[in-house]
């Protein structure tokens, strides 16, 4: 949110996150930290909310507040040290957020002027007991210094107004039936082709644009590329918060075996109801020289259990293309395998793509078994059906183009006419 207040809005709002000292054992909050300082976000206030307490120990460093000060500032954050029960220091420590990300280090206490639960273990969670109840609720009252309502001034809304509805290639694919280009590669070039048609369509990318072809984003739209490094927990929170108020519709791009790495995030965007795109490249052992460590074995498993995701196979350039097109438009969490390998384009540059609607590729009234390939495998399903065509074997080979939704009726219509015969 404040990358994209700072850099794609240009406006004046600022961006206020709150964080216990619990999760400031997060990998993934290190990660945000050092990003907010590569970018130089000023337009961030992150307070730290330093009790002392976790769940159910004390926090690692409990009230070493140097310590945390002396961390933020090494990955270039202004950090200030507060009484976080004191107002006007709080209020003079937002005054001086200025010039750099900044941390405001909060020294409190859980439970604080409350008889025998301030700053005490085991209260993580659970309510008060009946017993307790009525002398701690008149103890929080007698604190109460002035019952003076105060009225905020509402900020200025000096953000453009942005329409992300309905985003369209401007042109149509270009590609020649029979033409090789790996699926990944089609990925770049449809996704720079789309930065053309709306600038709110942004890219981030994990140190790996020169795989993903990214790279050809950035360089037709520079402003709108965020390198995001070796991140990938961070990254897929960036565009969460890119995504956030409809500001703009973000594509995410890193090997599809290291989404993996940020499962939580994902799993959080989806129950955000946020809308954000990612593209995995690298699927599958067909990589190879790349070694298994790079291999996406787990992707499609994982992403079809995100709730209400939308996870596109493309098999040629010109599916890929419209997958590009369809995720821009499509709500919610949608992912996008890409493959390495070239392979040939099957489709006609008019082919008309659909969420949910496979393809059959290859049919006859002779047909004996249904094969389902997606991607490479596709491609092996054709050549092992011009094999198996010289043994008077034929075979119905579909392209299901979206995995989750799967084409259900085709699928079961092309088994039925096979004889229920059917592999994937």
Known sequence: MAYTGKYFDKASYRVYCMLGDGEMSEGSVWEAMAFAGIYKLDNLVAILDINRLGQSDPAPLQHQLDVYQKRCEAFGWHAIIVDGHSVEELCKAFGQAKHQPTAIIAKTFKGRGISGIED??????????????????????SQIQSKKKILATPPQEDAPSVDIANIRMPTPPSYKVGDKIATRKAYGQALAKLGHASDRIIALDGDTKNSTFSEIFKKEHPDRFIECYIAEQNMV??????????????????????????????????????????????CGVSIGEDGPSQMALEDLAMFRSVPMSTVFYPSDGVSTEKAVELAANTKGICFIRTSRPENAIIY???????????????????????????????????????LLKKEK????????????????????????????????
């Open 120 to 141: 005490k273990e085991s209260w993580h969670g659970k309510p008060l007991p009946k017993n307790m109840a009525e002398q701690i609720i008149q103890e929080i009252h």
């Open 237 to 282: 929170s960036i565009a969460v918060g890119c995504a956030t108020r409809n500001r703009t519709i973000p594509f995410c791009s890193t090997f599809a075996a290291f989404f993996t790495r940020a499962f939580d995030q994902i799993r959080m965007a989806a129950i955000s109801e946020s809308n954000v795109n990612l593209c995995g490249s690298h």
């Open 348 to 386: 006609n540059n008019n082919e008309d793509f659909q969420v949910g609607q496979a393809k059959v590729v290859l049919k006859s009234k002779d047909d004996q078994v249904t094969v389902i390939g997606a991607g490479v495998t596709l491609h092996e399903a054709l050549a092992a059906a011009d």
């Open 393 to 424: 074997i034929n075979i119905r080979v579909l392209d299901p183009f979206t995995i989750k939704p799967l084409d259900r009726k085709l699928i079961l219509d092309s088994a039925r006419a096979t004889k229920k015969r059917e592999a994937s």
